[in-house]
Structure formats: structure tokens, C-alpha cells
């Protein structure tokens, strides 16, 4: 029985890459799928951000409260927003929303 550097010489001339060349490539698949992974998470933050601040700005600035339909969808993206990290501002952002009443104040 030959040695696994016979094994590997006898792979090679017949056509088959190396463990090297192999491991190698794998590295290489793994390390642009990150890359991919961490681009589409940063990319569907900037949404959910952009989304909440929207909202935001309609419900809080604007109206001075929000229904309990805006506030749950908020409240669903929030979740997921905080999820993927990196929250900073945004915490205050949502608890001032959350603290909006359901009603439209009366005049």
C-alpha cells in the first residue's frame, strides 16, 4: 500500500488538484460568501433603518401618534433591524415611538 504522498502523485497525474488546490478554492468560496453575507445583512439594515425613520417622521413628527397597525409593523422591523446590530441611534427612535399614543390627539 503506498504512502499518501503516493496517493497524491498518482491523483495528480491522472487529472485530480491536490488537497492544496482544494482547500485553497474552498477558502477562496468561503471567504466571498462573507463578503456577500455581510453586504446583504448592511444592505437590509439600511432599509429597516430607512423604513423606521419614515415611519418616524410620519407618525411622531408629523401626527403625534401612531395606530396600533403602525406600531406593531414598527415594532416588527424594529425586531429584526436589532437583530443584525449596530443599533445606536435607533434605540431612542424606537422607544419614542413605542411611547406614541394610538389615538390622534383631540383638538
Known amino acids: 500500500m503506498g504512502t499518501a504522498k503516493d496517493v497524491l502523485s498518482i491523483l495528480g497525474l491522472i487529472g485530480v ?41 410620519e407618525w411622531y413628527v408629523n401626527k ?12 416588527n422591523v424594529w425586531i429584526q433591524y436589532e437583530a443584525l446590530g449596530e443599533n445606536g441611534v435607533m434605540d431612542g427612535i424606537h422607544k ?7 389615538e390622534p390627539p383631540h383638538e
Do not use: C, H
Not at 432599509?47 to 423606521?52: D, K, T, W, Y
Open 96 to 102: 419614542d415611538f413605542m411611547s406614541l399614543p394610538t
Open 17 to 57: 488538484p491536490s488537497l492544496g488546490v482544494i482547500v485553497g478554492w474552498l477558502v477562496k468560496v468561503i471567504k466571498a460568501e462573507s463578503k456577500r453575507q455581510k453586504a446583504l445583512e448592511l444592505g437590509l439594515q439600511a432599509i429597516l433603518r430607512s423604513q423606521m425613520i419614515s415611519d418616524y417622521n
Open 64 to 75: 403625534g401618534y401612531a395606530p396600533i397597525w403602525a406600531k406593531q409593523n414598527f415594532e
